[in-house]
């Protein structure tokens, strides 16, 4: 198992190689023809050939020494620069890891509760298709369940105009007329949803009717969810969904 390990570095090693050294052939051309010198001028500043000068700049320069390399780069006013790369054993983070956290929490409850659950469900329907970001059928209720998740909510209206749509386009096209078509919104449990809430609690009270209690236990615990739409807490760290308590607006 060793051997065969280090049989592909080696292979991939030298591949890597390779390319390399054509990369660096065309760049050392371009740079000689740029300045005007021919292969015989830059080889008599470096000590080498003609014909090595050839080789080198058609890609057959894979076992060309760092010392060669280094000095052609300076006749061609181009230092060398080399680097290790990122680790690629290392798991890059994704930029959207957050609301993929959020996502997989959705998903990961939809399982364990024996729904299915669809991830990143296009609609298509409308002049204007969307995504919603979790859908979880539920055919035991005979529900379909779109959760919209926000990382943070920066446009109140366009966001709510958005989900409407999109409920109207799933509605469109449930797989059964039995079908219904709920609607829950999920925000990211950090400051700046909690101040958006606190701004405007008649208009999250407008909009989200439904229980939030019950949207939480529909989402965590299975539970059959309340008709109106409804939001609710996520947080992903803790891998927990809590309600959301609106607090009376000042009259």
């Known amino acids: 198992m060793t051997r065969s390990r280090r049989t592909n570095e080696l292979l991939e090693g030298d591949r890597e190689a390779a390319r390399i050294a054509l990369t ?21 500043r470096v000590g080498l050939g003609t014909t090595r000068i050839s080789e080198l700049e058609r890609g057959f320069g894979a076992s060309a020494t760092l010392s ?26 994704p930029t959207d890891a957050g609301h993929l956290a959020a996502q997989e929490l959705v998903l990961r409850l939809a399982r364990e509760n024996g729904r299915t659950g669809v991830f ?29 998740i926000w990382n943070r909510v920066t446009d109140l209206g366009s966001a ?31 400051a700046a949803n909690r101040a958006i809430v606190r701004r405007f609690p008649e208009i999250f009270r407008a909009r989200f009717s439904g229980s939030s209690i019950g949207w939480t236990r529909a989402i965590a615990n299975g539970e059959t969810p309340p008709l109106a739409s409804g939001v609710a807490w996520i ?17």
């Open 160 to 190: 709510s105009r958005s989900t409407s749509r999109k409920v109207a386009d799933v509605e469109a096209s449930v797989p059964s007329p039995a079908f219904r078509v709920a609607s829950c919104w999920l925000l990211v449990d950090n």
């Open 24 to 44: 660096l052939g065309a760049e050392l051309r371009a740079a000689r023809r740029s300045a005007r010198q021919t292969q015989h001028q830059l080889g008599r």
């Open 235 to 251: 947080d992903p760290r803790s891998n927990r969904i809590t309600p959301v308590r609106i607090q009376r607006g000042r009259r």
């Open 120 to 148: 990143e469900m296009p609609t298509r329907t409308s002049a204007a298709p969307g995504v919603v970001d979790v859908a979880i059928r539920d055919d035991a209720a005979l529900v379909l369940i779109l959760v919209e």
């Open 68 to 93: 060669t390399w280094s000095r052609l780069g300076m006749a061609i006013s181009r230092p060398l620069a080399i680097s290790f790369s990122r680790n690629l054993a290392a798991s890059p983070e």
